[in-house]
């Protein structure tokens, strides 16, 4: 079985109305997970830990794939979870950015000038 297999649009629904129901505590716990992603392993800003495994592991880096099967230990299928609950909070950002007055728009056209 692979380490990561894409989600379903069915489970992309479950993980999105999961990531939108988080509590405070665990987004800090989230928040915590990315600096540590970023800072120790060199990953992507707004990017856990386990989905920075899941992108690699697709491409078949050692220390991802293995990651990613200790995490299916807990949850199968963890590192594309975790991809698409990093992709819900990144979409719920850039839906924040927009209802703010587009002030990211104002932005990118400034820097266009």
């Not at 880096?61 to 992709?87: I, T």
């Not at 209802?99 to 000038?113: F, V, W, Y």
Request: proline fraction near 4%.
């Amino acid at each position: 079985m692979p380490t990561v297999s894409p989600l379903t649009p069915a489970q992309q629904a479950v993980v999105d109305a999961e990531c939108a129901v988080y509590p405070w505590w665990r987004r800090v716990l989230i928040a915590f997970d990315q600096f540590i992603n970023v800072a120790v392993f060199g990953g992507l800003v707004g990017e856990t830990i386990s989905a920075h495994a899941g992108r690699l592991a697709v491409r078949n880096v050692w220390w991802a794939v293995r990651m990613c099967d200790a995490l299916d230990l807990l949850e199968s299928n963890h590192g594309s979870k975790a991809c698409c609950g990093d992709l819900y909070r990144a979409l719920l950002v850039v839906q924040a950015e927009e209802s703010s007055g587009n002030l990211l728009t104002m932005a990118i056209r400034k820097a266009a000038k």
